[in-house]
């Protein structure tokens, strides 16, 4: 028997985008699902769009709720999800032909994993896909090998069990990184996972630059980091480009700040200790220019520097 799958879609001012994602799940060849569209107060015609497809199909159901982020729009999709699996879509993206259409007699793994498309703005298109495939019984060799890889990043292109979700939320605290942290904390509920070599996903850059979407204060910055590291340090595994990405991801989101009062970010204890966690795994010179910036002398005349420009 095919099992219902929870399609949680949250929707925020996507007017020009949202009937391109929901249609790509209504023409699926699979017919048993839900689709769960979270208006998150959006501002223009999107809660209409929602509302007109509803009246449409009996598997659509809408929440509308003030805005609050993607994250609190996701967790209203999880407390509301009936499916036995569950997966994410962004209303701006969407989903691939008989992208649902699995051989669910077999499956009887925790997570599924599915390869993507980036869709740069240019129209340039990448496929990301991870290098192993199939059934993997042992994570800790798995995942030191793939965790690395932006797969992992996403909650998208991916299938979830509802019942190991369980209480597992997004942390709505967190404004970048939270999809890498659920995706993390899920990890260390399951026992095995399945790779797929078949496409699921179709990801559309975002419009916004990135330094103006991820931009953070430290603390910000500093919380997201730690909240990631531990759940990553909780698998129990050796994956030092992981922790390394982390770790100057958030940094580049805190720049600013940092440049203005450096002492804020190398002067941190959770800086210091997952840094000396990470260090060993970074290039020569990636390594002296951080340990000579981390310097208060050097960090002093380089913010007198900035001052003066």
């Not at 007109?52 to 982020?69: C, L, S, T, V």
């Not at 990405?245 to 958030?250: K, Q």
């Not at 190398?266 to 020569?284: A, P, R, T």
Request: aromatic share 14%; charged share 25%; glycine share 4%.
């Amino acid at each position: 028997m095919s099992p219902k799958i929870s399609i949680i879609v949250p929707v925020y001012n996507a007017e020009s985008t949202l009937h391109k994602c929901i249609d790509s799940i209504r023409n699926q060849s699979y017919k048993d699902w839900e689709l769960l569209l979270i208006d998150d107060g959006s501002t223009d015609d999107s809660a209409l769009i929602c509302d007109e497809y509803a009246q449409q199909d009996k598997r659509i159901k809408i929440f509308h709720k003030p805005n609050g982020g993607v994250s609190s729009a996701r967790n209203l999709g999880l407390d509301n999800a009936t499916g036995e699996w569950i997966t994410f879509v962004d209303s701006d993206d969407y989903i691939v032909n008989e992208a649902l259409n699995l051989n669910w007699n077999i499956i009887d793994e925790d997570f599924l994993i599915f390869p993507f498309y980036y869709q740069y703005r240019d129209g340039k298109v990448v496929l990301y896909s991870l290098e192993t495939k199939g059934r993997i019984d042992i994570l800790k060799s798995f995942l030191e090998k793939e965790l690395e890889k932006y797969n992992f990043r996403t909650p998208w292109s991916k299938i979830f069990k509802n019942r190991i979700i369980n209480n597992l939320r997004f942390d709505e605290k967190i404004r970048c990184g939270e999809d890498t942290l659920f995706v993390l904390s899920y990890l260390n509920r399951i026992t095995n996972c399945r790779i797929f070599d078949s496409p699921f996903y179709v990801f559309n850059q975002d419009s916004r630059e990135l330094f103006i979407k991820y931009k953070q204060t430290i603390s910000t910055a500093l919380y997201a980091l730690s909240s990631i590291y531990a759940a990553y340090e909780k698998l129990n595994i050796y994956c030092p480009h992981f922790g390394l990405n982390i770790f100057f991801d958030f940094k580049s989101c805190c720049q600013e700040e940092i440049n203005k009062n450096a002492s804020l970010w190398f002067q941190n204890k959770e800086v210091k200790k997952i840094y000396n966690d990470i260090k060993h795994s970074m290039g020569l010179e990636q390594y002296i220019r951080y340990e000579l910036l981390s310097l208060p002398i050097v960090s002093k005349i380089n913010v007198l520097l900035r001052r003066r420009k």
